[in-house]
């Protein structure tokens, strides 16, 4: 009996080991069902991947925004005025209106003044000055439009626009061939710090500087003496 079961033991075995394989094995509908299965994820992947990334790169760039409306009006607390000389609070361009913020606000992070998407003609600064010389000039597009010389009575207030996604043109829209996010709009910055995301000022208006009605110039809303210099 012994010799029998010592025989017996390795069939047994060996039908065992058989029937794992065979139930480890797919079959062509299981296998297309599979195939079918990951095509179908790689396309919502496809479609829907690159629609949030873009929206982690504007919510990105809209904290950006905000942390230089905020050093301006908060510690740098005057406007920067119109002229060339930074050391005197004074710029004709963005890169002046960054050396500006870096001398006198602390604000002198490089990538704030970009955005990560855009194809740059150089790379982008870890600092905006580095020893004394200003990085952010030459490389372009930079990020934002900015006021100049705006209102000294009204720069900090909640309806005054202080900066915003460059490509906005004076009727309200914002220019696809200039604005990085196309179809979706800007950020528009106000004086008190909280940021915006528009479509277009004829959707959801600024207000006048003069008397507070609704308007699609941004001219309008900060005043006839108040210049923007373009991030371009």
Same mark, same amino acid.
């Given at each position: ?34 195939? &079918? ?5 790689? &396309? ?5 991947? =690159? ?45 002046? *209106? ?26 982008? =600064? ?48 914002? $220019? =696809? ?14 004086? $008190?710090?909280? *940021? ?8 959801? =208006?600024?207000?006048?500087?003069? $008397?507070?009605? $609704? ?18």
């Amino acid at each position: 009996m012994a010799g029998k079961n010592q025989h017996l033991f390795p069939i047994q075995i060996m039908k065992h080991t058989t029937s794992l394989k065979q139930n480890r094995a797919f079959t062509l509908v299981e296998l297309l069902a599979v195939i &079918t299965i990951l095509g179908i994820l790689m &396309t919502v992947m496809a479609t829907q991947v =690159p629609g949030a990334l873009k929206t982690a790169r504007m919510n990105a760039s809209a904290q950006n925004l905000r942390s230089i409306v905020v050093a301006y009006t908060s510690v740098f607390e005057k406007p920067i005025t119109e002229g060339g000389d930074p050391e005197k609070g004074q710029a004709n361009d963005i890169a002046g *209106v960054a050396e500006v913020l870096a001398r006198y606000a602390e604000l002198n992070k490089g990538d704030v003044w970009f955005i990560g998407s855009d194809t740059l003609s150089g790379e982008v =600064p870890e600092k905006v000055l580095l020893q004394g010389a200003n990085q952010v000039r030459g490389v372009k597009p930079q990020a934002w439009d900015a006021v100049i010389n705006p209102s000294r009575k009204n720069f900090r207030d909640s309806s005054y626009p202080l900066m915003w996604t460059r490509g906005l043109s004076l009727e309200g829209k914002w $220019d =696809p061939s200039t604005s990085p996010w196309g179809e979706r709009g800007g950020h528009i910055a106000f004086g $008190d710090g909280h *940021v915006d995301l528009r479509l277009n000022l004829k959707l959801k =208006p600024l207000s006048k500087l003069e $008397d507070g009605t $609704d308007t699609a110039s941004y001219q309008d809303a900060i005043g006839t003496n108040a210049r923007v210099v373009k991030g371009d």
